[in-house]
């Protein structure tokens, strides 16, 4: 299996790699095809693809942020079962971001990912069960990932202004022992995050703004 970078939508691997992210996620959730164009040339965000065979069977994007010393795990996506693509794709990750964090001179206390809530999504997810969200969620909860205590929303990433539900904002501490978050933190994480989005729900803003009314966020057991 093969671990490569996707920085152009020109690269045939890139419509594969949109294409199993149309199949598995709800369409609130994805990047209209034309719009990765800018986020692939951005050298701080790294989507790279699991191949096997020449197919793409899994992917996944991410980046770190070395001013706030944490990462984020945008997406992961297990295109095909049975293949080692989950584990595949998180240690490839993993040596990545430790190269990232070296190179910035700083040292990671974890990472960002949001993390849907099985009660609360209604979607298949493509029919592929390691997408699951009952799987996924206590897959990540095995990994160590954490659920911040407060309730989230996301703005759509198809820009309509929309607010998302159905996920928790989550944290995989560095240290396993930490058991809450500088609300501060959250806060420059999600507005540095979805600056991308200028159109943002009147829900994410009133979100935000009780954070910033907060000093500390607890981290809660998935």
Request: proline fraction near 7%; aromatic fraction near 12%.
């Given at each position: 299996m093969d671990y490569i970078r996707i920085q152009s939508i020109d690269n045939p691997l890139f419509k594969s790699m949109h294409d199993l992210m149309k199949t598995?996620?709800?369409?609130?959730?994805?990047?209209?095809?034309?719009k990765w164009a800018g986020p692939l040339e951005?050298?701080?965000?790294?989507?790279?693809?699991?191949?096997?065979?020449?197919?793409?069977?899994?992917?996944?994007e991410y980046r770190y942020y070395p001013g706030m010393q944490v990462a984020m795990t945008d997406f992961t996506i297990v295109g095909r079962p049975g293949?080692?693509?989950?584990?595949?794709?998180?240690?490839?990750?993993?040596?990545?971001l430790e190269r990232l964090a070296q190179q910035s001179g700083t040292d990671p206390i974890g990472m960002f990912a949001e993390i849907y809530?099985?009660?609360?999504?209604?979607?298949?997810?493509?029919?592929?069960?390691?997408?699951?969200?009952?799987?996924?969620?206590?897959v990540l909860s095995h990994i160590g990932y954490m659920?911040?205590?407060?309730?989230?929303?996301?703005?759509?990433?198809?820009?309509?202004?929309?607010?998302?539900?159905?996920?928790?904002?989550?944290?995989?501490?560095?240290?396993?022992?930490r058991t809450?978050?500088?609300?501060?933190?959250?806060?420059?994480?999600?507005?540095?995050?979805?600056?991308?989005?200028?159109?943002?729900?009147?829900e994410w803003h009133a979100m935000v703004e009780g954070l910033k009314g907060q000093s500390k966020l607890a981290l809660k057991p998935l």
């Amino acid at each position: 299996m093969d671990y490569i970078r996707i920085q152009s939508i020109d690269n045939p691997l890139f419509k594969s790699m949109h294409d199993l992210m149309k199949t598995i996620f709800p369409k609130e959730e994805v990047l209209a095809f034309e719009k990765w164009a800018g986020p692939l040339e951005d050298p701080s965000i790294h989507v790279y693809v699991a191949v096997h065979e020449g197919e793409v069977v899994g992917t996944t994007e991410y980046r770190y942020y070395p001013g706030m010393q944490v990462a984020m795990t945008d997406f992961t996506i297990v295109g095909r079962p049975g293949l080692g693509a989950g584990r595949f794709l998180m240690r490839n990750r993993s040596r990545d971001l430790e190269r990232l964090a070296q190179q910035s001179g700083t040292d990671p206390i974890g990472m960002f990912a949001e993390i849907y809530n099985p009660t609360l999504a209604e979607y298949e997810f493509g029919g592929v069960y390691p997408m699951n969200p009952f799987v996924r969620r206590e897959v990540l909860s095995h990994i160590g990932y954490m659920r911040i205590d407060f309730p989230y929303v996301h703005p759509s990433w198809e820009e309509d202004g929309a607010a998302v539900g159905g996920l928790d904002l989550c944290f995989l501490p560095q240290d396993e022992n930490r058991t809450e978050l500088d609300a501060s933190l959250v806060v420059a994480f999600l507005t540095e995050y979805y600056s991308a989005l200028p159109n943002k729900p009147d829900e994410w803003h009133a979100m935000v703004e009780g954070l910033k009314g907060q000093s500390k966020l607890a981290l809660k057991p998935l």
